[in-house]
């Protein structure tokens, strides 16, 4: 079974509304990255989250780590068409670093 | 240009054929990985190189090999392509830095079809 699970698989969102992707892993995460990707194409980087708590933003998008460090979510602000793609979250494996292990992947729409 | 590139883009063979991606970056990063995407599935590792000399297998390397040729080049090989190797494969690369936590970079992925 996937270490990492993301919920929900797919969503279709008003332009202009909020939505929020939760990525949830069975054991403490070392560092939590956010990707998006658009159809067809390769992944751009986000954000990376390491500490239990920890909160960041970039524009409209913010990723929070939860404090045990097990539960990250990305929440989206007033979305827009150009928020559309697919969004994968991914954990390293242990303290060694930099073998990712990946969610399912979460699949945004935004309705004009 | 591209850091991360890949070719081909795309392509469609038989099975049973031998099939090689390629991968070059110069982002003069030692570290390059494979990962293969599929619907639902996410990303999973192939295989991963932390520098020219080094290669590993990932979680589902059976069915595959690879060849690290320079810092700049890794190769994926499909031996004898089957129908359930069908999927989208990445090359990726990363650099270690300070600590253990480095974002990968991705390449633009080659859409593989075996018929």
């Keep these: ?112 | 240009d591209a850091d991360v590139t890949q070719t081909p883009r795309n392509r469609i063979t038989k099975t049973g054929k031998r099939i090689m991606l390629e991968c070059s970056q110069t982002k003069g990063h030692d570290r390059m990985y494979w990962y293969r995407q599929d619907p639902g599935l996410g990303l999973r590792l192939i295989y991963y190189s932390f520098d020219v000399k080094d290669i590993n297998k990932g979680e589902i390397s059976d069915g595959y090999s690879v060849s690290r040729q320079a810092q700049a080049k890794f190769s994926l090989s499909l031996e004898s392509a089957i129908p359930n190797q069908t999927a989208l494969y990445f090359c990726a690369t990363s650099d270690p830095g300070q600590g253990s936590y480095n974002e990968q970079f991705f390449g633009p992925g080659t859409r593989l079809t075996v018929l």
């Design chain 1, 1 to 112: 079974s996937q270490e990492l699970e993301q919920s929900p698989q797919s969503l279709i969102v008003q332009e202009g509304k909020n939505l929020t992707i939760n990525c949830t892993s069975s054991k403490t995460l070392y560092g939590l990255y956010w990707y998006k990707q658009k159809y067809g194409e390769g992944l751009i980087f986000l954000m990376m989250l390491q500490k239990g708590g920890e909160e960041k933003s970039h524009e409209k998008i913010t990723a929070k780590l939860d404090e045990k460090k097990q539960q990250s979510s990305l929440h989206i602000t007033a979305s827009q068409p150009s928020h559309a793609g697919i969004y994968l979250c991914g954990a390293d494996k242990g303290a060694a670093g930099n073998k990712l292990t990946f969610g399912g992947g979460t699949r945004v729409l935004v309705k004009p």
